[in-house]
């Protein structure tokens, strides 16, 4: 709708009204603005349906790629308030279709490369560990699964942290400056953590809430091992 708008003033203006053309050219550049866009667009979503299907990662097409991601995502979300379907599925599957593109890379990197992000909610409640200062303060008591995923951060040699919220997160990777990020969370951090650290590979592991949301929330500890040695093995 907007490029056939463009379209119209431009040649509304170039027929008939010669004496604006300053205006002709600035709509003009914007419409192939617009077309580039769109042809940068059709590339990143060829390049993700065949690095889906094919299982490996096309490397030249990586930042059309990355571009489409960023561009399509809110609109799938705004398509999927209009047909009433629920946010937390559609970024289910934003995470699970980034996990599949970023295990098509096949890359090794170095362990101390690798920062595994947290949420604190994992931390059980009643605990008066300051586990978000340090990790070391971690008793590793085994009542909920920092300690293990500790335990798994020290045999692989990889750099963990744990969060309370985005702006630490992205903290973190400032700081660290990271390869690839191994990130804890539900899907709606998840997503904005993926969107957020492109480039970077993010490998999203879906917490568990049997409590309900923020409360005591619990992971699958295979599947973050799972991911660490995907990058590291």
């Known amino acids: 709708m907007v490029l056939f708008a463009a379209l119209s003033c431009y040649l509304w203006l170039s027929f008939f009204q010669h004496d604006l053309g300053f205006v002709r050219y600035l709509i003009f550049f914007?419409?192939?603005?617009?077309?580039?866009g769109l042809a940068v667009i059709i590339v990143g979503f060829a390049g993700i349906i065949f690095s889906l299907l094919s299982e490996h990662d096309f490397a030249w097409l990586q930042k059309p790629i990355n571009f489409t991601v960023s561009i399509l995502?809110?609109?799938?979300?705004?398509?999927?308030?209009?047909?009433?379907i629920a946010q937390e599925k559609i970024q289910s599957s934003f995470v699970e279709v980034n996990n599949q593109l970023?295990?098509?890379?096949?890359?090794?990197?170095?362990p101390?490369?690798?920062?595994?992000?947290?949420p604190h909610c994992l931390q059980i409640t009643d605990c008066t560990k300051r586990i978000t200062v340090t990790t070391d303060n971690c008793a590793?008591?085994?009542r909920c699964p920092v300690?293990?995923?500790?335990?798994?951060?020290?045999?692989?040699g990889c750099h963990v942290q744990i969060a309370t919220g985005g702006t630490l997160a992205r903290d973190a990777v400032k700081k660290l400056r990271p390869q690839a990020v191994?990130?804890?969370a539900c899907e709606r951090d998840l997503t904005s953590g993926i969107?957020?650290?492109?480039?970077?590979p993010v490998l999203g592991v879906t917490n568990l809430r049997p409590h309900g949301p923020c409360f005591n929330t619990q992971v699958n500890l295979l599947e973050v091992e799972n991911a660490l040695r995907f990058f590291t093995a």
Do not use: H, Q
């Open 30 to 36: 914007a419409v192939l603005i617009i077309l580039g």
């Open 73 to 84: 995502y809110p609109v799938v979300i705004w398509i999927g308030r209009m047909c009433k």
């Open 102 to 110: 970023i295990k098509a890379k096949r890359g090794k990197l170095s």
């Open 112 to 118: 101390d490369r690798l920062l595994v992000l947290l």
């Open 140 to 142: 590793r008591c085994g």
């Open 147 to 156: 300690g293990g995923i500790l335990n798994l951060c020290d045999s692989y």
């Open 182 to 184: 191994v990130a804890v």
């Open 195 to 200: 969107l957020d650290c492109i480039p970077l």
